[in-house]
Structures are given as structure tokens and as C-alpha cells.
């Protein structure tokens, strides 16, 4: 039985810019409708603002560098792959659109101001790496092998 064969409900099923978006949504329900988890922060438009946009370049870099591989972007269907990206921003991360979303949650809950909100990052990672990351690491791991297990002990999951 391969490793796609044997993936639980929720393995690759909801593209990660969904569950992004959920996760945002969620964020600002929370930030809107339960006002004892607001706080003041100084400057925190500028601050929220330029965390974002760190965030968003990171994830458009690791898409541009698949890109420039040639490979898959599609993160539901990681066996569509045709080679493991290990340079430019994937020598520090191995899953910087990933990091690039979580780095724009942060964002955004400094934006909100609110710390209930900001509470729900911890959970988005915890998802990612249980339904998105792992499904993605052992499906990739049959398909490339010692090369990509290799590039896995070299490099981070996040940072």
C-alpha cells in the first residue's frame, strides 16, 4: 500500500491558501465579536503591515522558485512533483509558503490587536504540519528518496 493509499481524512484535502483564509477569517471574527482579547499596541498598523509583507514575500518566493524548477505548485497533489527545490529560500525553510503564512497571520494579528486571535497561530501550524507537511514529507520521501531525505536532514520544517 503506498503512502497516498494509506492518508487520513483530512491529509491534503483543503489547499493551504483555504485553510489561510479560514484561519483569517477566524482571526478577525474573534477580533470583532469578543472584545475582552483586545490590547493596545503602539504603532502596531506599521508594524502589522511590514511582518505581512515579510510574510508575503517569503511565500512568493518559495512559488517562484518552483516556478523556476518547473515543478508542482499544487500542494494537494505533492506526487506531481518533478524535483526537490533545495535552493534559494528552500536552503533555509523547507516550507516557506508555509512560513510566509504563518509570518502573515502574526501580521495580522498585530493588526487586530487582539490576543485571543493571535492565539489561533499555534493552531494553524499544528494543522499544517499534521494534515498539509507530513502527507507532503512521506509522499515525497517514496517518490525521491535518499535525495529527499537527505535535503530533509540538511534543512528546517519551518525556520
Known sequence: MSNIEKMSYLELKLPPLLVL???IFCMWLIATKIPFGSMSLPYSFPLAM?????GAGI???G????RNAKTTVNPVKPEASTTIVS???YQISRNPMYLGFVILLIGLSIFLSNSLAFMLVPFYVLYMNRFQ???EERILA????DTYL???QSVRRWL
Open 87 to 89: 535552493s534559494g529560500i
Open 59 to 61: 511565500a512568493i518566493a
Open 63 to 66: 512559488v517562484m522558485s518552483f
Open 21 to 23: 483564509l479560514l484561519f
Open 133 to 135: 507537511i507530513i502527507p
Open 142 to 145: 517514496d517518490k525521491f528518496g
Open 50 to 54: 511590514i511582518i505581512a509583507l515579510i
Open 150 to 152: 537527505s535535503y530533509k
